[in-house]
């Protein structure tokens, strides 16, 4: 048999507050009276909003890729003119 939680429960775990708990309980699978949901719905929640890291976007790996290029600061570096 699962646990059930109560919104204390749920706040608790999410770290969010009671009123936020009751907004996400309704979200999902879960009993009118008492307020309950099942541990395994509360995880299949999070798991469903989870999400993972993008990859690197081709911008910021072309500005690394530049970045690399300049000389650090102790090397001879000269900005180049621009020709009027």
Do not use: C, N
């Not at 204390?8 to 009671?18: F, G, H, N, T």
């Not at 999400?51 to 690394?64: C, D, Q, Y």
């Amino acid at each position: 048999m699962d646990k059930l939680l109560t919104p204390d429960d749920v706040a608790a775990i999410l770290q969010v507050s009671r009123r936020t708990a009751y907004r996400i309980m309704h979200q999902m699978p879960h009993m009118e009276t008492p307020f309950r949901v099942a541990e395994t719905g509360l995880r299949a929640w999070i798991a469903g909003r989870t999400v993972a890291p993008a990859t690197e976007s081709k911008g910021i790996a072309k500005a690394r890729q530049r970045a690399a290029k300049i000389p650090m600061v102790g090397e001879a570096y000269k900005i180049p003119r621009r020709r009027a």
